[in-house]
Structure formats: C-alpha cells, structure tokens
C-alpha cells in the first residue's frame, strides 16, 4: 500500500507538472483573447488601432486601489498619478529586454473621432523593463504624464495604456511634430507611430474616467463575454472553470482545483 501509494503521487507528479505549465499558457492566452475582445467590444479598435494583436499582457496600478481591469471606471482624482506598469509575455520565453515606447492616449468616448487626433496624456521613449517591471526613469520623456481630465458632460473617455517595442534605442519625435510642444497635447497616433519608426505594439489596456453626467448617449459598447471567447479559442477545455467578473480574473482557485484533484482524490484513500 505505502509503497504503491508512493509510486501513485509520483506518477502523478509527473502528470501535474505539465498540466501547471498547459493551465499558465492557456491562462496567458485567454488574458490575450480576454484584453482583445474588450479593445474590440469598446470600440478601441477601429476608433484608435487599426487591429490589435498583443503578445504580452500590460497591468497598470493606480494609488488606492488593485490592478486596473480593462475599461474600469477610475474617478480623475485617482488618476492624476502616474501608474505602475507590469508585462508579462504571453510566452514565457519571450525575453523582454529591448527597450519600449510607451504610450497614454485619451481615445474619446466610444463612436467619437477628432479630426485632431487624440490627447496625448505620455509618450516616453527607451522604456526597460526588469522583472516584470515597466521602468520609465531613466527614458526619454517626449510627453510628462498628465493625468486625464475630460470635460465635464462629455461622457466616458477612454485611456488607452500602449506598449510598443522599439526598432531604435531612442526615437525622438521628427522637428515640429505637434507633440513636441507640450501644451495642447493633441497628437494622431497612428501618425507618432509611424514618423518615430516605433513598433509593433506588444501590449496595452484602457481604463474610462467621466466628468459629471453625459449631455449625449455615447455610442453602445459590447460587453466581452469570456464562456463564448472559450467556446471558440484555444482553452476550450477549460472553459467550464473560468469565469469573469468587471473584466478580472477569478479563475485562480480554479486552476488549483484542477491541478490538486488528484491529490485530493489521493487523501481521500
Ligand atoms: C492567470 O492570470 C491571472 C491574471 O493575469 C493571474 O492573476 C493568475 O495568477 C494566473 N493564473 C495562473 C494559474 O497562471
Ligand atoms: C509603485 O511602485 C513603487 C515602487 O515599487 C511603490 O513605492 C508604489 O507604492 C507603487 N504605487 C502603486 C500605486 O502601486
Ligand atoms: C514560444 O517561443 C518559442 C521561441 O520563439 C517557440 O519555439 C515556442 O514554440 C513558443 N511557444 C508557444 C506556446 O507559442
Ligand atoms: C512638459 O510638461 C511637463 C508637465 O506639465 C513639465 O514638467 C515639463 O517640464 C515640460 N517640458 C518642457 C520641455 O516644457
């Protein structure tokens, strides 16, 4: 019995370990799909982005309060700090240590476009990262951070948090390029993109901060619905055990029942 037993976790042991690992990649291509299909459901793309293919996941932090969820509701106060910044690639040997351009853009409500383009909120240019960490000291600063402050009535802007790689150390932005003048902050992103040579985009997120009560009805958003997201991506297989709640995670717990059955069972003897 003791002996059969021992053999018994070993095996399972065996079995486990891979599953550890096939739950994190499944779990990274869900965040993935999850982080997709809300740029999408928002509007974000075609409003902002021509399309949207990250291969990294990017959490920002603000003061008082957890990781942000995708398009969560921030009050201005909350967001006159800059945040913290983690990544985490999709896959996990992915070495992330180029150096970044780092983007804040206010995209408008859902259905708006400006001729202008958008207000650039920070641009910083050779971003690292080290341990996860998105480290902006030490960068070049094109655009100080400054936090978002949509007009009162205008409904829910949205704020789009975008990591891109660089193909240079440092690509400063072209003479007379409108965000060198620091005031107005009005940029075209795609346009920065372009003249700065910077790209692709490996990740982003967006947060929405409203001003007062809408004088209009901005245009609908979808929400994201992650049961049908499973049904038809890659993590099939899990999709009875992932839920999602305001667009965060609560699969964890989860993930352990899955990964510990077995043992369970194995008390149980
Ligand atoms: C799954 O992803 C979430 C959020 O990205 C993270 O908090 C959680 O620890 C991950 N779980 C596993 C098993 O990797
Ligand atoms: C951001 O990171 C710094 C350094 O680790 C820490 O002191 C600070 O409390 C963090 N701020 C937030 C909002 O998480
Ligand atoms: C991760 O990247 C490595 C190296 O590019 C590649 O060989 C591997 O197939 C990738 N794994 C997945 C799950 O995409
Ligand atoms: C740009 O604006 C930031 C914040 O408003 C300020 O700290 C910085 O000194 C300005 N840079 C220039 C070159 O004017």
């Given at each position: 019995?003791?002996?059969?037993?021992r053999r018994m976790?070993?095996?399972?042991?065996l079995?486990?370990s891979?599953?550890v690992?096939?739950?994190?990649?499944?779990?990274m291509?869900l965040?993935?799909e999850?982080?997709?299909?809300?740029?999408?459901?928002?509007?974000?793309v075609p409003?902002?982005?021509?399309?949207?293919t990250?291969?990294?996941l990017?959490?920002?932090?603000?003061?008082?309060?957890?990781?942000?969820?995708?398009?969560?509701?921030?009050?201005?106060?909350?967001?006159q700090?800059?945040p913290?910044?983690?990544?985490?690639?999709?896959?996990?040997?992915?070495?992330?240590?180029k150096?970044y351009?780092?983007?804040?853009?206010?995209?408008w409500?859902?259905g708006?476009?400006?001729?202008?383009?958008q207000?650039c909120h920070?641009?910083?240019?050779g971003?690292?990262?080290?341990?996860?960490?998105?480290?902006?000291?030490?960068?070049v600063?094109?655009?100080?951070?400054?936090?978002p402050t949509?007009?009162?009535?205008s409904?829910?802007?949205?704020?789009a948090i975008?990591l891109?790689?660089?193909?240079?150390?440092?690509?400063?932005?072209?003479q007379g390029f409108?965000?060198?003048?620091?005031?107005?902050?009005?940029?075209h992103?795609?346009?920065?993109?372009?003249?700065?040579n910077?790209?692709?985009?490996i990740?982003?997120?967006?947060f929405?901060?409203?001003?007062?009560?809408?004088?209009?009805?901005?245009?609908?958003?979808?929400?994201?619905v992650?049961s049908?997201l499973?049904?038809?991506?890659?993590s099939a297989?899990?999709?009875?055990?992932?839920?999602q709640?305001?667009g965060?995670?609560?699969?964890s717990?989860?993930?352990?029942t899955?990964?510990l059955?077995?043992?369970l069972?194995?008390?149980?003897l």
């Open positions: 019995m003791i002996p059969s037993a976790i070993f095996s399972l042991l079995i486990a891979p599953l690992h096939a739950a994190q990649s499944d779990n291509t965040g993935i999850i982080i997709r299909a809300h740029f999408q459901g928002a509007g974000l409003d902002l982005l021509a399309n949207f990250p291969t990294a990017l959490t920002a932090t603000y003061t008082g309060g957890g990781i942000v969820t995708p398009g969560q509701l921030l009050s201005k106060s909350r967001t700090t800059a913290n910044l983690t990544i985490t690639p999709a896959n996990m040997t992915t070495l992330l240590n150096e351009t780092l983007v804040m853009v206010d995209a409500t859902p708006y476009t400006d001729p202008r383009g207000i920070w641009i910083v240019n971003v690292t990262i080290q341990d996860h960490t998105v480290l902006t000291h030490g960068s600063q094109v655009e100080h951070y400054r936090g949509p007009p009162s009535g409904g829910p802007h949205r704020y975008l891109y790689a660089q193909q240079f150390p440092t690509v400063p932005p072209p409108p965000i060198q003048n620091n005031v107005t902050g009005f940029c992103l795609t346009d920065y993109v372009k003249a700065s910077i790209g692709p985009l990740a982003g997120t967006y929405t901060v409203e001003e007062g009560v809408a004088t209009f009805t901005p245009s609908p958003t979808s929400p994201v992650t049908t499973l049904a038809s991506g890659p297989s899990i999709a009875g055990t992932v839920a709640h305001n965060a995670f609560s699969s717990s989860n993930y352990l899955i990964i059955a077995p043992f069972w194995l008390l149980a």
